[in-house]
């Protein structure tokens, strides 16, 4: 048994335990994970990048605590609604390695429906050394046209 399993079978006997099942339906479990993830969210709300680290410093079991808390609830829906969440993060994780190529991807924030442009368009200006965005576009827009 995997350790996720093992600790979605532990997540469901807290909750049968307390009879909780009762108040667990799925849009009641969505909103209990998104306020959950907004606690998480709240711990680094408006702090800078040194705050950050100083909070995880001193903070670190508030912080894991609504990290438990949060995947508690996503364990107890993705039970409920019958999604294996070993199989389909794999899948998931399968599918997200061809939205984001790594020659393309690496390094990048571009989202996957604009991360063909951005890569063409960046050795575009590689190869032409011109780092000029008209002309790389013009030139995005032949090969476009060519692969159509």
Sequence with gaps: MSDLKKLQELALKFRDDRDWKQFHNPKDLTIALVSEAVELMDEFKWMSEDEVKDHLRDNKQSVADEVSDVLYLLLAFAHDIDIDITKEFERKI????KKYPIH????????????????????Q?????????????????????LLK
């Excluded at 399968?94 to 390695?97: F, K, S, T």
């Excluded at 989202?111 to 063909?116: G, M």
């Design 104 to 123: 393309k991807s690496k390094g990048s924030h571009t989202k996957y429906d604009k991360l063909a442009w951005s890569y063409l368009c960046t050795e």
């Design 94 to 97: 399968a599918q997200n390695e």
């Design 125 to 145: 200006k590689r190869q032409n050394a011109l780092g000029q965005d008209q002309h790389c576009q013009r030139s995005i827009r032949r090969k476009i046209k």
